[in-house]
Structure formats: structure tokens, C-alpha cells
């Protein structure tokens, strides 16, 4: 049997979670006070996800960065992988947020979308 605490991010209450597994599947979760953090806890120890913020240039824009995130998260293991694949993206303005500025991130099946308008020069 294996014990892992977390401190969970569901929600502002930032929960002190306590995870026991017993071989490799999650047994119970304590410690959290609604039910996403008992999600975020078998997640957590299972199958870490994170969303992935960055930025990518703009051609033509009145700003030359626009903010970018993925649509959805991806498995934590790929998070450099995703910021190598943004470093040469290059968007032509207007950029309206939600625009796909990279499809299929590293095969990944999740978009990475704009977070900001950027209007054209």
C-alpha cells in the first residue's frame, strides 16, 4: 500500500489531499471537501494533465506576441514537448481569442487557442 499527500488545485479551498493506492489504483481519497478534489486526486496520481499557457508572435499585428493556452490539458509528461513546438509559430493578425494558433499540438488531439484579441497594424 502506498500513501501520497497533494494539495489540491479543483478549487480555491486548496485541500490537503490524502491518496492511498495499492497496486498502482487508487484504494481512497480524504481530505477533500467537494467532489472535485476527489477527481483532481485520482487524476493526479494516475494520469497528470496540465494546461499549457505560452505565447507565439504575430505578423502584422499591433502587438508582436499574442497569449496562447491549450484548449484542453495534455499529459504533463508533453509540456516541453508543446512549448518546443510553439517557438517557431507565427500568426497573421487579426487574431480573435479562441483562434487555433497550432492544431493537434504534438499529436496530442488538443488545439492551442489565442487568450487575447490582436487587431491588424
Known amino acids: 500500500m502506498e500513501t501520497r499527500h497533494l494539495t489540491c488545485i479543483g478549487c480555491p479551498m486548496g485541500c490537503q489531499l490524502t491518496v492511498t493506492l495499492e497496486n498502482g489504483e487508487v484504494t481512497d481519497v480524504t481530505g477533500n471537501t467537494c467532489k472535485r478534489g476527489d477527481i483532481y486526486a485520482r487524476k493526479?496520481?494516475?494520469?497528470?494533465?496540465?494546461?499549457?499557457t505560452s505565447s507565439v508572435r504575430v505578423k502584422n499585428g499591433k502587438i508582436a506576441m499574442v497569449s496562447?493556452?491549450?484548449?484542453?490539458?495534455?499529459?504533463?509528461?508533453?509540456?516541453?514537448?508543446?512549448?518546443?513546438?510553439?517557438?517557431?509559430?507565427?500568426v497573421d493578425a487579426p487574431v480573435a481569442i479562441g483562434d487555433v494558433v497550432l492544431a493537434n499540438v504534438c499529436g496530442t488531439g488538443v488545439d492551442v487557442i489565442a487568450t487575447k484579441n490582436v487587431t491588424a497594424k
Open 44 to 52: 493526479e496520481v494516475t494520469n497528470p494533465t496540465r494546461i499549457v
Open 68 to 90: 496562447c493556452k491549450t484548449r484542453e490539458d495534455i499529459p504533463k509528461g508533453m509540456i516541453f514537448d508543446v512549448a518546443k513546438a510553439l517557438e517557431n509559430v507565427c
